[in-house]
């Protein structure tokens, strides 16, 4: 039976982890000052899967062969193009862009849903769906529509490819999900997923001149690789566990708000009246489709 203590220790985690994948955005925009974004992604992987191997080393259960093709899909979408199209985005774009189009994942969960699965999209999906273009529109032109002269258009073109990417991962996991535990399925689809990096900093690791990093660099680096990657992902399937799902996913509107907050403080980045605004459509137009 859970408790009133044990449900406020799970809200309160449950904030913690949202709090340090806000800060992914600003530690991600560091570390690609001294690492490329494909290699910093391979670094942020290896440390993440040396820690899950080690937690799960013996407790892994076994994979039916039939289940190969999904889990190496989920491995693609849920950690090899989404940390390559994320670090990349964040390059060319500021931290608080980046969080705020990620929270478009939901949207693009239901619209993946519903056509590739059938499933129903209602009126007030399609509402939300308005709302949260038109914000994601605010943001990445900063309500300058003369496309060419939208200085990190490219950037925040990634990011919102980033969230597709997220949503098929979500959308096809949650059979996976049924069958396996989220260790074994979060170690298999880190490994497999960070094998398939490997191939994308072949160029970068010819042209790079030096692998050494500052302390400042190995503490973004474990901080992505371990806190982020490994807690954060455990924390948040634990947190599944005890609450309901949609209250579990509404902290995810708190994170653009951190990540302002947090870029503010160590980027000098500032949020501006269309950034303001069009996360405020993007959450209000998520919650009217996540309702439905």
């Given amino acids: 039976m859970t408790t009133d203590r044990s449900l406020a220790l799970t ?48 407790k892994l259960e076994k994979v039916a062969r039939d289940d190969y093709p999904r889990v190496v899909f989920l491995s693609l979408t849920g950690v090899t193009f ?7 985005g964040i390059m060319y774009t500021n931290a ?4 705020i189009l990620i929270s478009l994942s939901p949207i693009f969960m239901g619209v993946i849903s519903w056509a590739l699965l059938g499933e129903p999209l209602r009126l007030r999906a399609v509402a939300g769906l308005a709302l949260a273009t038109a914000g994601s529109a605010l943001v990445i032109t900063k309500g300058d ?15 919102v490819l980033t969230a597709v990417s997220w949503a098929f ?24 997923g960070t094998a398939a990096l490997a191939p ?7 042209s790079s001149q030096s692998f ?45 708000l951190l990540t302002g907050v947090f870029a503010a403080l160590l980027l000098n980045e500032a949020v501006g009246v269309f950034e303001v605004a069009g996360g405020c459509l993007i959450v209000v137009g998520t919650c009217l489709a996540a309702r439905q």
Avoid at 96 to 99: G, L, N, P, Q, V
Avoid at 145 to 159: H, M, Q, R, V, W
């Fill in 11 to 58: 809200h309160a985690e449950l904030f913690a982890v949202i709090a340090i994948w806000a800060g992914t955005f600003v530690a991600t925009k560091l570390l690609l000052t001294e690492v490329p974004p494909a290699l910093s992604a391979l670094y942020r992987y290896i440390v993440a899967s040396v820690i899950l191997v080690a937690l799960n080393w013996g």
């Fill in 96 to 99: 608080t862009d980046a969080a």
């Fill in 145 to 159: 529509y003369d496309f060419a002269a939208a200085g990190s258009l490219a950037g925040n073109l990634l990011i």
């Fill in 200 to 206: 994308f900093t072949v160029g970068e690791i010819k």
């Fill in 82 to 88: 989404y940390y390559l199209l994320q670090h990349y």
């Fill in 169 to 192: 991962y979500s959308v096809y996991g949650k059979k996976l999900l049924g069958r396996y535990s989220a260790g074994t399925l979060i170690t298999y689809t880190t490994l497999i």
């Fill in 212 to 256: 050494s990093l500052s302390w400042l660099g190995w503490f973004n680096l474990l901080y992505l690789g371990g806190l982020a990657s490994v807690y954060g992902y455990l924390a948040w399937y634990r947190a599944l566990t005890r609450l309901p799902s949609l209250t579990v996913g509404s902290y995810l509107y708190f994170r653009p």
